[in-house]
């Protein structure tokens, strides 16, 4: 007898996938909204950004409209290296001087997000993504593109 996980998690994967992709997204895309339109408590708990500042409304339509993107699955890789970018920059701009560690310079959410979605970058949408109806030709994951590595 097989008792290996791996064949259940292998069919479970992609769904997994989608649905860090969509709450993450999502998420991230309620910090745009928050600064730009002043909903779910506003920007650092109230008001707006204000148009076109340096660098919060520029990072605030990141956030939107990267968060939608990434949560509809739309655009995915680019959208998500944009956002994860954003906030590496977030990180080491506005956290990172005030103490070394995110623990120390409240830069957790800002970290947690860069590394996600440098994740949903490299691993791509997963199933359900808006992306994938509109590509041509079947769907590839990692397992089915692996190529064995050339040795010197």
Known sequence: MNFSPAPGLRTIRPVVQALFRAVTGFLFAC?????????????????????????????????????????LG???????????????????????PHALFPI??????????CWAFLL?????????AVGARARTGPATTVEDDTRPVPTP
């Open 104 to 113: 120390d310079n409240g830069g957790e959410p800002a970290v947690m997000f």
């Open 120 to 128: 949903i970058a490299c691993l791509g949408p997963g199933a359900y």
């Open 31 to 71: 910090h745009g909204a928050a600064s730009l339109f002043g909903v779910f408590g506003g920007a650092h708990g109230g008001g707006t950004v204000p148009a076109l500042q340096w660098p919060g409304w520029w990072a605030a339509v990141i956030e939107l409209s990267g968060g939608v993107l990434v949560a």
């Open 74 to 96: 739309l655009f995915t890789r680019t959208a998500a290296v944009i956002c994860s970018g954003s906030m590496a920059y977030a990180y080491f701009s506005v956290h990172q």
